[in-house]
């Protein structure tokens, strides 16, 4: 079971960081968001979830 979790918590926290180095963010940004999901896993992730840079997607 913790191997699935951690697994979950991989692919989300890989999906976040793209989507961070996709963003329009500043350099500076982007490298602060990744220090934070890559210390703290799973509270960086959810943090970046209500905070962080949104992807350079245009609105629809």
């Known amino acids: 079971m913790e191997f699935i979790l951690g697994f ?3 692919v989300l ?3 976040a960081i793209v989507s961070i180095l ?5 350099t500076g940004s982007k490298v ?3 220090l ?5 896993p799973v509270l960086g992730f959810i943090i970046w979830l209500i905070a962080g840079p949104k992807s350079a997607r245009s609105p629809a």
Not at 22 to 26: I, L, N, Q, V
Request: proline letters at 0%.
């Open 32 to 34: 602060l968001w990744v």
């Open 13 to 15: 926290d890989i999906w």
């Open 36 to 40: 934070l999901i890559l210390i703290l």
């Open 8 to 10: 979950i918590v991989l």
């Open 22 to 26: 996709s963003s329009g963010a500043s």
